[in-house]
């Protein structure tokens, strides 16, 4: 059994027979598919002009929210401090320096001279001759004349150098006293004409003594002077060293 022919065959035995030309095939156009180099060439730009948009776009909006969070600190100039006023000066901070050493070696000079000062208090009763005028006096020990006098020369040597230091000690223009340091620099009024006044009556006092004499007249306030000089001392250095520091 033969197979027939196919279409396009029997078409071209026909068309032979008949000398007529084949008839073209129908062409059908597809359309093209889109360049994707093309589309990426046009998205390109835009895509980078988006871009910078959108990523600027949280800093814009946080912008505001860091500047609530950290704010501008004002600076000295606002504060209302000149150039003049923030610069450092070596002249004023060398004074400084120095009248801080001078207080420091106040206090602690203050804190050692109570130690003979008391004492000296304490051994006033063994210098003292003992029963009234007129009667048998019971002249006390030269020992305990010189031991008594020598520490009254040691109280005075240590009181009148710390004195210096806080006199002499350089002082800040403009500067207020206020508080205990008012109530310190009060006291000084006392403890330092009492520290005049009690070695002169105690020089008087020990000449009485070793004339056989009780001590009498002005010399007789030789021990009061020196309990009122010794009270406000020690006062004077609670005021600005409680609690003590050595």
Not at 131 to 151: M, Q, V, W, Y
Not at 179 to 194: D, M, S, V, Y
């Amino acid at each position: 059994m033969q197979t027939p022919p196919d279409d396009a065959a029997e078409k071209q035995a026909i068309a032979e027979r008949a000398n007529l030309p084949l008839a073209p095939e129908p062409h059908i156009a597809l359309p093209e598919a889109p360049d994707a180099s093309a589309d990426q060439k046009q998205t390109t730009p835009q895509n980078q002009q988006n871009q910078p948009s959108q990523q600027n776009a949280p800093n814009q909006q946080n912008s505001p929210g860091q500047s609530q969070q950290q704010p501008q600190q004002p600076s000295l100039n606002d504060l209302g401090f000149g150039q003049q006023q923030t610069q450092a000066n070596p002249q004023l901070q060398a004074m400084l320096d120095r009248r801080t050493h001078m207080l420091k070696v106040h206090q602690k000079l203050g804190l050692f001279t109570l130690i003979p000062m008391a004492a000296t208090v304490i051994t006033g009763p063994m210098a003292k001759a003992k029963g009234k005028n007129g009667e048998t006096i019971k002249e006390p020990s030269t020992a305990n004349l010189d031991f008594h006098a020598a520490l009254g020369g040691v109280t005075a040597g240590m009181y009148f150098t710390t004195a210096a230091y806080a006199i002499f000690a350089p002082k800040v223009p403009g500067t207020k006293k206020r508080g205990p340091i008012r109530f310190h620099e009060a006291l000084a009024f006392i403890h330092g004409p009492g520290m005049i006044l009690t070695p002169i009556l105690g020089a008087i006092a020990y000449k009485q003594e070793n004339d056989g004499e009780k001590a009498h007249g002005i010399a007789s306030a030789h021990a009061t002077v020196a309990w009122v000089t010794v009270g406000a001392y020690g006062a004077a250095i609670v005021s600005v060293s409680w609690p003590l520091k050595f």
